[in-house]
Structure formats: structure tokens, C-alpha cells
């Protein structure tokens, strides 16, 4: 079994910046994908960011991209979230995935059922 638990959340005026954490205990191998998703009631949960297994590759979503960091210590198996220039509609709860297997070549995962576990999810509000 795999779990994930997500800290880090809160209230941030616009601007500001925030780190998530995700911390990953159980089976895990450095060489399964993590991403970021994140979602607001009454929508369907969206891809934010994902980190590919040598850690070189990483992949965002358009709205993020120069904004946010994706990154992993894999020693540690953690991977954070680095958030800046955060704006109103960056207010979800964000959720953190694994990918249970290792990929070989350069594929991208970026929809919900491309992975296997989740964590429960921490509140991001940015105020305006």
C-alpha cells in the first residue's frame, strides 16, 4: 500500500507564495511519476504538475507554467509544490498522485486516471 498525505495549504493574499508538500510512506519507488491536480467543488479535478522519474522532466498545466515548481527528494520521498504569484483562481484543494509503476521513454500523464494513489488533499486560498 501506498499512502500520501498533502501539508502546506492555507490563506495567502494575491502575490503571495506557498509550498505543498506531499509525503509519500509504504511501497514507493523513486522511479513512479508524481503529480499535482487540483480541484473546487462542483468541478472536475484538474492537472497542475507532474515530475517524471529522473527528476529532469517535468511537466504544467498552461494556467501555472513560470508560477509554479514542481520538484522531489526522492531520499526523503517527498515531493513539494512551489507556488508564486498566486492569483484568486489558483484557490482549490490540491492533490497529490502517484503513478504505481515506472515508465520508460518520455510519456506524459496528465489526466486523473493516469494514477493509481491519492492523497486526501489541503486547502490553497488566495485572496484578492
Known amino acids: 500500500q501506498v499512502q500520501l498525505v498533502e501539508s502546506g495549504g492555507g490563506l495567502v493574499q494575491a502575490g503571495g507564495s506557498l509550498r505543498l508538500s506531499c509525503a509519500a510512506s509504504?511501497?514507493?519507488?523513486?522511479?513512479?511519476?508524481m503529480g499535482w491536480f487540483r480541484q473546487n467543488p462542483g468541478k472536475e479535478r484538474e492537472f497542475v504538475a507532474a515530475?517524471?522519474?529522473?527528476?529532469?522532466?517535468?511537466d504544467y498545466a498552461d494556467s501555472v507554467k513560470g508560477r509554479f515548481t514542481i520538484s522531489r527528494d526522492n531520499a526523503a520521498k517527498i515531493v513539494y509544490l512551489q507556488m508564486n504569484s498566486l492569483k484568486p483562481e489558483d484557490t482549490a484543494v490540491y492533490y497529490c498522485?502517484?503513478?504505481?509503476?515506472?515508465?520508460?521513454?518520455?510519456?506524459?500523464?496528465?489526466?486523473?486516471?493516469?494514477?493509481?494513489?491519492w492523497g486526501r488533499g489541503t486547502q490553497v486560498t488566495v485572496s484578492s
Open positions: 498522485a502517484t503513478r504505481a509503476r515506472t515508465d520508460w521513454g518520455a510519456p506524459t500523464f496528465r489526466y486523473e486516471y493516469d494514477y493509481d494513489y
Open positions: 509504504g511501497r514507493t519507488l523513486s522511479t513512479w511519476t
Open positions: 515530475i517524471y522519474w529522473s527528476g529532469d522532466r517535468t
